[in-house]
């Protein structure tokens, strides 16, 4: 059974990443310090710290935090379908929901903001959305093998971050509709050139 105290650790701990994606939302992630989610949650630096090491454990925890929402809502979001063309139209808005309805998690898992990407320490939970895409694009393009699957995988991440960031960054004109449905019709004209 869990005591009072680590129930408590763990309230705190959950309102300290909490506060540094708030910070992080209105100020960017420059501005994310130990100091600065202590005197927001008003507690002491010392208490933080007693959380988290240090600022690069704080974030390492939100990448992985970051990395494994999109893919839960990646897996939810296609297993609705049994379509191949519907998941992979789903995969896509998915994860163009994700990146703007979550825009500091996004920024810190792709190294916007000037924020180190730390690809080692989270490769698994990368991996995971690596692996729900290429099972989609298998089932929806039957005919690749191993290597063309992961090529096409790649490049639909590619375009499918591209034009989020670009959104997120008001460097696309345009509804998010409009954007959400240029990053899926980009995706799957790449996609069907690969039938050729």
């Known amino acids: 059974m869990v005591s009072r105290f680590e129930r408590e650790q763990i309230r705190l701990r959950e309102e300290v990443l ?3 994606l708030h910070i992080a939302e209105s100020n960017g992630w420059s501005n994310v310090s130990i ?5 927001e949650i008003e507690y002491s630096t010392t208490k933080v710290y007693e959380l988290f090491e240090n600022k690069e454990h704080l974030i390492l925890e939100l990448l992985r935090n970051g990395f494994k929402l999109l893919a839960n809502q990646l897996e939810e979001a296609v297993s609705k379908y049994s379509d191949p063309q519907k998941q992979a139209i789903a995969l896509g808005k998915a994860y163009c929901t994700f990146a703007w ?5 996004y920024r810190i898992m ?3 903001d000037g924020v180190p990407f ?3 320490q989270t490769w698994q939970e990368g991996m995971r959305i690596g692996e729900i895409s290429k099972k989609v694009l298998a089932s929806y393009m039957p005919y690749c093998n191993d290597e063309e699957i992961n090529h096409y995988v790649y490049a639909a991440w590619g375009t499918l971050h591209g034009i989020s960031s670009l959104f997120m960054s008001g460097r696309l004109y345009g509804t ?10 980009a ?6 050139k690969g039938e050729d």
Do not use: W
Request: proline share 0%.
């Open 18 to 20: 909490k506060t540094a």
């Open 35 to 39: 100091r600065k989610i202590a005197s």
């Open 101 to 105: 309805e979550n825009g500091a998690y």
């Open 110 to 112: 792709y190294g916007m």
């Open 118 to 120: 730390g690809v080692e």
């Open 176 to 185: 998010r509709e409009q954007a959400e449905e240029l990053a899926v019709q």
């Open 187 to 192: 995706v799957l004209d790449m996609l069907r």
